[in-house]
Nanobody, 116 residues
């Protein structure tokens, strides 16, 4: 059973940066394309943020983060990252990692709060 643990969130001023980490344990996630999602305050649904494909490492981004966020992964560490630059108030959310279909058990997420 895979366990996903997100970390790296915090409070940051608009224009600032954070680097989120998603550590997978229990088994390797190298066979999966992995994604970041977020759940904004007051919303029940998670919205898709970014994806990194397995093997090719091709990346895809939601339009609202394109040019500001960078997804990457370290296969040896079984870890996924999200570098977030030029953060805006609308990026305030709890961030999660998983496969696009949410195939793996969801972690607790890591909270990002962007202040003006």
């Amino acid at each position: 059973q895979v366990q996903l643990v997100e970390s790296g969130g915090g409070v940051v001023q608009a224009g600032g940066s954070l680097r989120l980490t998603c550590e997978a344990s229990g088994r390797s996630v190298s066979d999966y394309s992995m994604d970041w999602f977020r759940r904004k305050p007051g919303n029940q649904a998670r919205e898709w943020v970014a994806q990194i494909m397995k093997s090719s490492n091709v990346t895809n981004y939601a339009d609202f983060v394109k040019g500001r966020f960078t997804i990457s992964r370290d296969y040896a560490k079984n870890t996924l990252y999200l570098q977030m630059n030029d953060l805006q108030r609308e990026d305030t959310a709890v961030y999660y990692c998983n496969t696009l279909a949410g195939f793996l058990p969801w972690g607790q997420g890591t909270e990002v709060t962007v202040s003006s």
